[in-house]
């Protein structure tokens, strides 16, 4: 009885190893297959076919045919490829795969076949919806002073609350609601009409200790990867210190660096720290990339604060900043011995940059130089909308009251002579008005958007639109492009970046400012 039994388990062993190998092999059923014939033992496994090899943007499917001794699975290695079907025929497998729909650059992936230890690949490629980068990036026309470099930059915009944004102290390209950015993007802006893009950074959280202030090296990475996606698509790129300083809350204390000399020097010996690393890693990066020391430097009172009442301290201390950035963009070697550099005055308003900044001393020439200022006037109008209209032809009742078209040409006319006229180029690193829900709102939103950059234009700012992803309407819902798949985010985001191109390019001479003045809203 017992030598029976243990016959019996014995069978039943050499059933259960038999049919594992059989399972193992399977895809998300058991599929039957023939045991292969006594003496031969040759095992094998390829790919025979794929068809098509390119599939269309819109999606389809693809046919992969397969042999192998057994029964065979597949794995996509990304998840816009899924099977559908898969069937055997002797020793022949046929799997269809569904390819989703590509709204961003052409893709490649892989699909791993495997039975038993064997393993074979196949490819599957599928055209973009944006054309991609080709095999050399496009070459960016250099500029030969930052005049020029400003009329080459022309039209920018903002990479917004992606790469700036934070939370606890951390930065986090995802911390504020926008998915991770993608090289799909960058080529949509430039197929737009966008020249230039100002990738705003936010540091915290990213450095240790001092003396060193080491930089994280896989977020210094990735703003680098990020930088590269601009260098395909033959844009102008900004990189900066953004929230880092605001309000004086971080380490960047304006407030208490002009109270208290030990303080200053210490947020100097960081900024020496941290620019060194960050210009050393992008020393190899030619001219199309430029550094903006900082962005938006106050003391939580946005220009009305102890700036007004302390005899100039915290002016002063800014005007030591910029020379240290670029003290220590300038020692790290390579491009950055002539890379141009953005300097920005207190809090980036136009009318205390142009009465309190006084540019650094630079090495390289003055003409390497640009003043980087933002505008949002009527702030009301621009970012709050709490007022609907704006300019001569909006009803009063729904201005601002202040900031209209005489405004602009003042404001710019100023900045041109200041410095534009001195030999420094002059961008406006942030500006842009929200998107509105009603047909009349946005009429008045296209128009001061049309009217503020031609008047740019005319003068040879450059100017950034703050972008921040947001596909809302009302206060600050500045998004325009999808930051993922570089769609627009609206037909009301593509009128508007059609206007900001009209006003950038049009070479007509009956289409002025005046002209955009007497089109205005009625």
Not at 459 to 464: H, S, T, V
Request: glycine share 10%; charged share 20%.
């Amino acid at each position: 009885m017992k030598s029976t039994m243990l016959k019996n388990l014995k069978h039943l062993g050499a059933a259960f190893v038999a049919c594992a190998a059989l399972w193992a092999c399977s895809d998300d059923k058991y599929e039957p297959d023939p045991i292969p014939t006594p003496g031969n033992t040759e095992e094998y496994l390829s790919v025979e076919s794929v068809t098509p090899d390119q599939v269309e943007a819109t999606g389809g499917e693809v046919t992969i045919t397969v042999k192998s001794h057994r029964v065979a699975t597949g794995k996509a290695a990304d998840e816009w490829v899924k099977r559908s079907t898969s069937e055997r025929n002797d020793d022949v497998m046929t799997f269809v795969y569904t390819v989703s729909a590509n709204e961003g650059i052409e893709r490649t992936t892989t699909i791993t076949f495997s039975c038993g230890e064997l393993t074979a690949d196949a490819t599957i490629s599928q055209k973009g919806a944006i054309i991609g980068p080709g095999p050399t990036p496009p070459v960016i026309q250099e500029a030969a002073n930052s005049v020029e470099m400003a009329k080459l930059m022309s039209l920018g915009w903002n990479l917004g609350n992606q790469f700036d944004s934070h939370n606890n102290g951390v930065a986090s390209e995802t911390a504020w609601g926008n998915a991770a950015t993608t090289q799909a993007l960058f080529m949509q802006l430039a197929q737009s009409g966008i020249k230039a893009v100002r990738i705003p950074v936010t540091w915290l959280g990213k450095f240790g200790s001092a003396p060193d202030y080491k930089i994280d090296e896989a977020w210094l990475n990735r703003i680098a990867e990020v930088v590269g996606y601009a260098e395909n698509a033959g844009l102008y790129a900004i990189i900066n210190m953004h929230h880092d300083g605001a309000n004086s809350a971080y380490w960047l204390d304006i407030k208490g660096a002009a109270t208290d000399a030990s303080k200053q020097a210490a947020i100097k010996e960081q900024i020496t720290a941290m620019w060194g690393q960050i210009a050393a890693r992008f020393a190899d990066k030619g001219h199309f990339l430029m550094f903006e020391a900082f962005n938006e430097i106050h003391d939580g009172g946005w220009g009305w604060g102890d700036n007004r009442k302390d005899g100039g301290k915290q002016y002063a201390a800014l005007n030591e900043w910029n020379q240290t950035f670029v003290d220590a963009v300038r020692a790290a070697g390579g491009y950055n011995a002539t890379r141009f550099l953005g300097i920005p005055g207190y809090v980036t308003n136009p009318a205390l940059t142009m009465d309190h900044l006084v540019l650094p001393n630079d090495p390289a020439g003055a003409d390497r130089l640009l003043v980087a200022v933002h505008f949002y006037d009527p702030t009301q109008f621009a970012i709050e909308a709490t007022a609907t209209e704006w300019g001569h032809t909006g009803n009063p009742a729904n201005t601002a009251g202040w900031g209209d078209e005489a405004n602009v040409t003042d404001t710019f006319d100023k900045l041109a002579n200041k410095y534009i006229s001195a030999g420094h180029g002059v961008y406006v690193g942030e500006c842009g008005a929200t998107t509105r829900s009603t047909e009349r709102d946005e009429a008045f939103r296209l128009y001061y958007i049309e009217y503020v950059f031609k008047a740019a234009a005319d003068r040879g700012l450059a100017m950034f639109f703050w972008d921040n992803g947001s596909a809302a309407t009302g206060k600050e819902a500045f998004g325009l492009f999808n930051h993922t798949t570089g769609r627009f985010i609206s037909s009301k985001a593509e009128a508007a970046v059609a206007t900001m191109v009209k006003a950038f390019t049009t070479d007509d001479p009956a289409y002025t400012l005046q002209s955009v003045y007497d089109n205005a809203p009625q």
